[in-house]
Nanobody, 122 residues
Framework: VQLVESGGGLVQAGGSLRLSCAAPESILSPYVLGWFRRAPGKEHEFVAAIDRNADRTTYADSVKGRFTISRENYKNTVYLQMNSQKLEDPAAYYC????????????????WGQGTQVTVSS
């Protein structure tokens, strides 16, 4: 499935930003969806995941209480609301999807977007 992220940009520390991810040519309702991020020189880091019916969400400890993942299946879109941005949050954020598995490892997600950059200023 093709995934297209948007909403990245520059935000001040403590501020908020909402990322969106759409699938222009697919129906996302059968997919588990997730967000990962990758800072320069680092590996992909799990951020959040949401199951097909939005009944279950999982967050990395580093973002728990600050970030919220949600989805609107009728819009074929998943969101990542990021509040209370910290200086350690800047990275390229990737939307991910998988037809079968629910997890927090990159290998568990078959489809990836191209990424959207988030920068946090002090």
């Amino acid at each position: 499935v093709q995934l297209v992220e948007s909403g990245g940009g520059l935000v001040q520390a403590g501020g908020s930003l909402r990322l969106s991810c759409a699938a222009p040519e697919s129906i996302l309702s059968p997919y588990v969806l997730g967000w990962f991020r990758r800072a320069p020189g680092k590996e992909h880091e799990f951020v959040a995941a949401i199951d097909r019916n939005a009944d279950r969400t999982t967050y990395a400890d580093s973002v728990k209480g600050r970030f919220t993942i949600s989805r609107e299946n009728y819009k074929n879109t998943v969101y990542l609301q990021m509040n209370s941005q910290k200086l350690e949050d800047p990275a390229a954020y990737y939307c991910t999807a998988d037809r079968w598995s629910y997890g927090s490892t990159p290998i568990g997600f078959a489809d990836w977007g191209q990424g959207t950059q988030v920068t946090v200023s002090s």
